[in-house]
């Protein structure tokens, strides 16, 4: 994680647990850096109007003013489950990191009689996963955060024969298959749209240029007996 992003994700991780405390040394466990780069982070982020104080002591640590945290939220118990349970299934996913930020920040803003309950509920409900491990996708988050600021990824790309191929891809959208996650985007070295598996992706980084190709719906490329769902707010 480059020091943007832990800026970014510590004001997100005090902002979900507020009014409540983290210590350095916790900051500094669970964004694998030293107690001193966390220092000198919260430092940066204060002297740029970030309301965070600093309480010393064996008990000390760093909080956000409550008026930067959600309100108490009227989740329902059931509600908070079903939206643990969705997110669940985004485990291992590009929304995986995102996802369990988001249940977190849920259920902190609930109050303490909500949170109980769907804790209580939570414990009975299950769901079967495969114990096999998905293949891993390292650059995931890359292409996730390629599709939402429209830039083209310089990639490798080893296809199912095993060729391996560098492309520049202009992103249209990410999709969720049976057994994976997909990139559809303009490939420029076949001059066509493609369909690419987010697990053959051997390397990628952001280009500068954006996408000149709007975004399009696959449904005309798509078998008959598959449709292609978007998420819908």
Request: hydrophobic share 40%; proline share 7%.
């Amino acid at each position: 994680m480059n020091r943007t992003d832990r800026l970014y994700a510590l004001v997100e991780e005090l902002r979900a647990v507020a009014p409540r405390r983290r210590s350095a040394r916790e900051l500094a466990a669970r964004y694998e850096v030293s107690v001193r780069t966390i220092e000198r982070d919260i430092a940066a982020l204060q002297q740029s109007g970030v309301p965070i104080y600093a309480d010393v002591g064996r008990t000390g640590g760093y909080t956000l003013d409550k008026r930067m945290s959600l309100p108490p939220l009227n989740f329902s118990p059931a509600e908070a489950v079903a939206v643990g349970v969705a997110l669940r299934r985004m485990r291992g996913t590009p929304f995986d990191t995102a996802g369990a930020s988001a249940l977190t920040k849920i259920v902190t803003a609930m109050s303490d009689e909500s949170a109980d309950a769907a804790r209580d509920l939570a414990r009975m409900i299950g769901v079967v996963e495969s114990t096999e491990e998905p293949p891993p996708a390292p650059f995931a988050a890359l292409v996730c955060q390629a599709v939402q600021q429209r830039r083209v990824i310089d990639m490798s790309y080893i296809d199912r024969a095993g060729a391996v191929t560098d492309r520049a891809v202009e992103p249209t959208m990410l999709m969720c298959g049976s057994d994976g996650w997909y990139l559809i985007g303009w490939c420029r070295l076949r001059d066509g749209s493609r369909v690419f598996r987010l697990d053959r992706i051997t390397a990628a980084a952001l280009a500068e240029s954006i996408a000149a190709r709007p975004p399009r719906p696959m449904t005309g490329e798509m078998p008959p007996e598959r449709v292609v769902r978007t998420v819908e707010f």
